[in-house]
């Protein structure tokens, strides 16, 4: 049984920051790709950030120098730094974990809710 739970979500004003988490269990964290998606009423789910096992990370080109994503394979969990935020990263944000062999693994969290507004 695969859980992912997301926290750190809420209301900031536009240039504030967030920090989200994602714990992990019931997989082997280390070797899973980790990734951030987020999605808004009318739009498709969009990837926002990845990080490999081997700690290679990708940001779609709208976050790309304000978040960051990281993560803690002791403590099964990764996380998004977001600083500079606009009211344009409002949106839902899910945890993904996808294994490299696909077909193998993947798993996604609950979701939660991240507002940028004055």
């Known amino acids: 049984q695969v859980q992912l739970v997301e926290s750190g979500g809420g209301l900031v004003q536009p240039g504030g920051s967030l920090r989200l988490s994602c714990a992990a269990s019931?997989?082997?964290?280390?070797?899973?790709?980790m990734g951030w998606y987020r999605q808004v009423p009318g739009k498709q789910r969009e990837l926002v950030a990845a990080i490999s096992s081997h700690d290679t990370t990708h940001y779609t080109d709208s976050v790309k120098g304000r978040f960051t994503i990281s993560r803690d394979n002791a403590k099964n969990t990764v996380y998004l730094q977001m600083n500079n935020l606009k009211p344009e990263d409002t949106a839902v944000y899910y945890c993904?974990?996808?294994?490299?062999?696909?077909?193998?693994?993947?798993?996604w969290g609950q979701g939660t809710q991240v507002s940028v507004s004055s």
């Open positions: 019931g997989i082997i964290f280390s070797i899973y790709t």
């Open positions: 993904n974990a996808k294994a490299v062999v696909i077909g193998t693994g993947d798993y």
